[in-house]
Each structure stands twice: as structure tokens, then as C-alpha cells.
């Protein structure tokens, strides 16, 4: 499952514009940002903003690098125990590491060891190299009517088991992160979710379905 496309509210578009463009080194149209297949696009937000979680793909033989650069850029986050570097088995068989970025988002750079490795880079990690959105944040107060609801409809099944507060469903190309809406943001765990005004698309079958959510975010697929 690929997302291709994520409307992102935010307190000042030009403000987070500059910070994937500076920070990161994508590129950016106005208030369009690339990243691989995906496009992210910066909108004046409806209200308060609050913690949005987003991750990006990269290389596994490239996540030292990775790691390294996004260290000299932007604030790492840690799990309350000092840790920032989350390796994970099971389904996942991945590596992460989490940063902030604009209106207390929680940002990942994610290496999952099962997806093709795409051809060798070697020397300093550029932000060319991130590869896709791979990961959207969606909180809700109903986990497990999303979960059935989207599966049932878009056809994504849970990477993992899922849990009434907590279900990855789509595949290493592409997560939607389902949380229950009190659920705090990982590794912290202080940050609370949020999704108001977020719209996000999907590249996959059935076209033309959509989904709502009371919390304030829309999930669409197209083809």
C-alpha cells in the first residue's frame, strides 16, 4: 500500500515548508513537498494544531548514515528510559529512530529490512535518499471499528496483532497507524494524537472509497 498523497495542517505552512526543504532536503513547491511516490502538501490549519505522527522510509545499509545526519538537523526523541534507537522484530523486522519536527510532530526516519534494497549510496546521507511516507498517524476513539472498517473496505490487514488501542494496517510500503485518541505519541509518551483536517490518499484497490472519522481525518483510495 503506498500513500501518495497527505494534506497536513499546520500553524504556518511556509514555516514547515522551510523546515522540509532546510532540515530535510526535499524538495518543495510552495507548500508541496516530494518524497519519493509521496507528496505532502502544507495547509493553513482550521483551529489548534496539535502532534501529527509521520514516518519516512530509508535504506537499511543507509540508517547509520541516516541516523547521523538527522542527528546534526533536528532534536532526537527518546523513550523515557534514554533510548532512541527502537529496532523491532516480529512483522516489523525494522529500525527507528524519532525526531521532532514542526507543531511538536513526531517525526520517524524507518529502515525495514524486508523491502528491496534500492541501489547502493555511500558517503555523507543526503534528504534525496528518504524514500516514501510510509507511516500516517490516525487517532480515533473507536481502534477496533477502524481496524474492521478498513479492512473490510480498503482491504489492509494488521502488520501485527492488533489491540483495541493500537493497529498497524497496510504493509512495509505503506502504514496508516490507528491509536486510540489518548494514546500518547511513542517514544515520549507525551504528546497526544491529532488528525484534524488531515486527508490522506492511498494508492490501491477498490478507487473512489472513503473514510471518516470523528476525529477530524479523512482516508480516501485512488488508483
Not at 548514515?65 to 512483522?91: H, K, Y
Not at 527507528?96 to 529502515?111: K, M, N, Q, R
Not at 500518547?184 to 488528525?195: D, G, I, M, V
Request: aromatic share 8%; hydrophobic share 40%; proline share 10%.
Amino acid at each position: 500500500m503506498r500513500i501518495v498523497y497527505l494534506q497536513q495542517p499546520t500553524h504556518d505552512p511556509a514555516a514547515s515548508a522551510a523546515f522540509y526543504r532546510d532540515v530535510l532536503q526535499l524538495p518543495v513547491e510552495g507548500t508541496r513537498v516530494r518524497i519519493g511516490w509521496s507528496e505532502i502538501e502544507l495547509v493553513p490549519a482550521q483551529g489548534v494544531v496539535g502532534c501529527t505522527h509521520l514516518a519516512f522510509n530509508v535504506a537499511p545499509d543507509r540508517f547509520e548514515e541516516a541516523v547521523r545526519w538527522i542527528g546534526e538537523r533536528a532534536p532526537i526523541l527518546q523513550d523515557m528510559g534514554g533510548t532512541s534507537r527502537f529496532p523491532l522484530a516480529r512483522g516489523w523486522d525494522s529500525e527507528s529512530v524519532y525526531f521532532a519536527g514542526p507543531d511538536c510532530a513526531v517525526l520517524e526516519l524507518i529502515a525495514r529490512k524486508r523491502l528491496p534494497a534500492p541501489a547502493p549510496v555511500h558517503g555523507p546521507f543526503h534528504g534525496s535518499e528518504l524514500l516514501c511516507v510510509s507511516e500516517v498517524g490516525l487517532p480515533s476513539a473507536n481502534v477496533t471499528g477502524v481496524t474492521r472498517s478498513i479492512g473490510n473496505h480498503f482491504r489492509m490487514q494488521p502488520l501485527e496483532e492488533p489491540t483495541p488501542v493500537f493497529a498497524p494496517l497496510g504493509d512495509h510500503e505503506g502504514l496508516l497507524i490507528v491509536v486510540d485518541h489518548e494514546r500518547r505519541w511513542f517514544p515520549e509518551q507525551k504528546r497526544l494524537p491529532w488528525a484534524q483536517g488531515v486527508r490522506v490518499r492511498v494508492q490501491g484497490p477498490p478507487p473512489g472509497l472513503c473514510l471518516y472519522d470523528a476525529q477530524g481525518w479523512e482516508l480516501c483510495s485512488v488508483a
